[in-house]
Nanobody
Framework: QVQLVESGGGLVQAGGSLRLSCAAS????????MGWFRQAPGKEREFVAA????????YYADSVKGRFTISRDNAKNTVYLQMDSLKPEDTAVYYC????????????????WGQGTQVTVSS
């Protein structure tokens, strides 16, 4: 089992920044690909970003490319999502998720999920 706890969400004005954190406990964190997903009201959950288990590769949805940065610190069992130039359409509940070693943008392939953290961007 892997337990994931997100933090860092909040209310920010358009153009501002937030940094989300996801702390993991349980099985060896460094063996897992970590992903961030988000779900806006009335919409399906969507892929945002992912990082390989060693951190050497990162993947982004087109909608956040150039504005968001995913990173991880395996010594701290933590993955981060730095969000800059935020837009109102980034408003959503953000979830981190873990998948054993292989990268995927498909949420159904992630085994473990956090409870989510709310990000609200005002215009």
């Amino acid at each position: 089992q892997v337990q994931l706890v997100e933090s860092g969400g909040g209310l920010v004005q358009a153009g501002g920044s937030l940094r989300l954190s996801c702390a993991a406990s349980g099985r060896t964190f460094s063996n897992y690909v970590m992903g961030w997903f988000r779900q806006a009201p009335g919409k399906e959950r969507e892929f945002v970003a992912a990082i390989s288990w060693r951190g050497g590769r990162t993947y982004y949805a087109d909608s956040v490319k150039g504005r968001f940065t995913i990173s991880r610190d395996n010594a701290k069992n933590t993955v981060y999502l730095q969000m800059d130039s935020l837009k109102p359409e980034d408003t959503a509940v953000y979830y981190c998720a873990a998948r054993w070693q292989s990268y995927s943008e498909n949420e159904a392939r992630y085994e473990y999920w956090g409870q989510g953290t709310q990000v609200t961007v005002s215009s």
